[in-house]
């Protein structure tokens, strides 16, 4: 079983960076690919960013990619997520998840989930 916690969500203005962490525990990740998802009100979840267990897969949905950037650190059991220019449409909640084998950019593959962190880019 793993256990997911992210963190480092916040309030921020439009063009502003923030980053994301997830932590795992009850077993190592490293031999798991990990993603990012977010939810915003009144929208399904929707894939922002994979990576695969060496760090060689990496994958962006369209909207975030050159301002979204996502690393893992296997010694530490985490994953990052880091948010440049982040804009109004980026607000939403933001999951972590991990599954075994390769990346996947839909949500039902992904068995762990954690529990979220709100991201909020207002002016």
């Known amino acids: 079983q793993v256990q997911l916690v992210e963190s480092g969500g916040g309030s921020v203005q439009p063009g502003d960076s923030l980053r994301l962490t997830c932590a795992a525990s009850?077993?190592?990740?490293?031999?798991?690919?990990m993603a990012w998802f977010r939810q915003a009100p009144g929208n399904e979840r929707e894939f922002v960013a994979g990576i695969g267990w060496s760090a060689d897969d990496i994958q962006y949905a369209d909207s975030v990619q050159g301002r979204f950037t996502i690393s893992r650190d296997n010694a530490k059991n985490t994953v990052s997520l880091q948010l440049n220019n982040l804009k109004f449409e980026d607000t939403a909640l933001y999951y972590c998840?991990?599954?075994?084998?390769?990346?996947?950019?839909?949500?039902?593959?992904?068995?762990?989930w954690g529990q979220g962190t709100q991201v909020t880019v207002s002016s």
């Open positions: 998840a991990a599954k075994s084998g390769i990346v996947r950019a839909s949500v039902n593959p992904y068995a762990y």
């Open positions: 009850g077993r190592t990740v490293k031999n798991y690919s």
